[in-house]
């Protein structure tokens, strides 16, 4: 098994495996290494993802909005809608949301009551506005995933599981990495796409971390009474408390926390899903039957909240493909596109690399 490489991309999740594939083209010899025994185990494989322009922030949308087309193409998209409630009280914080993202090219329907309350049975009186996002879809992340993994491995790149990163040395001609196991890998350029581990990659490399934290996000899997029709929306609360959409009949519901944490393997807590749980109730009048599953991961955040690509400040050696918060799966083509251009020297393209460049932080 070869033990040299133009490119060692550290994480084999979303993140890792669209880098790799998107570099194909280029001819570079690649070596993904996964810790885990599988790709994909941690956030990617955790993610209850939807393709929503508006999720992330006004920074993020732009990558979200140039992802559309491919994922579209790939045939990984399934319509879906989203719907941002508001309380009384809150109307004008939804149009200012509308405002933001029809202002970016985004469409978004302002919604009464009367609109919103046909869309989401039991919605509870309270509940007075709404803006609607009808290009939202669900992704199929697990096709997504296995597109990206079938594509680098067609165009040469090596996959390497339980092959988590235990040193870095610096080298003139690149980097010795040292592996759990082990075994001695070299490669001209290290690119860090470690999602919850990329400080901590950052660190075994010399290279000084950004501040990325790893913040666990909770999901619930709900049987309900209401009529969970394949019709409904994903619902997302204009004040961030709590989202949730329909899944084979079943609700998937999350109460939007984020909670600091270690990278590790994440679990929920049952404070967290009894707190979804009442966030739910308060929305729609539909009784909790019983909680079928439960499950956490870890989405990870630059201090700014936007995702950081490219070469470490001084360091031209170590690339940063991380941050990605809960947004990587719907920004995966676009963000793997810029960021295989930054690594290989070519313009950048439509989107603007510098909201996303390392050197920001100082």
């Known amino acids: ?14 993140a890792g495996a669209s880098l790799a594939a998107a570099l194909g083209p280029s001819g570079a010899s690649i070596v993904l290494l996964e810790a885990e025994d599988r790709p994909g185990y941690h956030a990617t494989g955790r993610s209850a993802a939807f393709w929503t322009e508006s999720y992330g922030g006004p920074g993020v949308q732009p990558l979200t909005s140039a992802s559309g087309p491919t994922l ?29 993202y029809r202002a970016a090219g985004v469409t978004v329907d302002l919604l ?12 509870r009186p309270e509940w007075t ?10 992704i199929d992340v697990a096709a997504l995933h296995q597109h990206y993994l079938a594509a680098c491995k067609a165009q040469g790149a090596q996959v390497w599981c339980r092959a988590g990163l235990a040193a870095a040395q610096r080298m003139a001609s690149g980097w010795q990495l040292t592996l759990a196991d082990g075994k001695q890998v070299s490669a001209g350029i290290l690119v860090n796409a470690a999602g919850a581990w990329a400080d901590r990659v950052a660190g075994l490399a010399g290279i000084r971390p950004l501040g990325i ?6 999901i619930a899997q709900l049987v309900v009474d209401g009529p969970v029709g394949d019709d409904l929306p994903l619902v997302l609360d204009v004040a961030g408390q709590f989202y949730f959409k329909p899944e084979n009949g079943r609700i998937w519901l999350s109460p939007h926390d984020e909670t600091p944490s270690g990278p590790c393997d994440a679990a929920a807590e049952e404070l967290d899903v009894a707190l979804a749980i009442d966030r739910f109730e ?3 009048d539909w009784r909790v039957e019983r909680v079928e599953h439960r499950w ?11 995702p950081v690509y490219g070469f470490a400040p001084g360091d031209a050696g170590f690339f940063w493909f991380a941050g990605q918060g809960g947004f990587g799966i719907q920004t995966a083509p676009a963000a793997a596109h810029l960021a295989a251009r930054l690594l290989t020297g070519a313009a950048p393209g439509a989107i603007d690399p510098a909201p996303f460049a390392p050197n920001r932080f100082g």
Request: positive net charge.
């Open 213 to 218: 934290v790893p913040y666990r996000r909770t």
């Open 1 to 14: 098994m070869d033990s040299s490489f133009d490119i060692a991309i550290v994480g084999a999740g979303m």
């Open 129 to 138: 506005c709404g803006a609607l996002e009808p290009s939202t879809c669900d």
């Open 296 to 306: 956490a991961g870890l989405r990870s955040f630059a201090p700014d909240r936007l």
């Open 112 to 123: 009464d009551r009367e609109d919103v309350s046909r869309r989401v049975p039991g919605l």
């Open 282 to 284: 308060r929305v729609v």
């Open 72 to 100: 579209r193409a790939l045939g990984v998209l399934t319509p879906r809608g989203a719907l941002t409630l508001g309380r009384a009280g809150q109307e004008a914080q939804v149009a200012a949301f509308a405002q933001e």
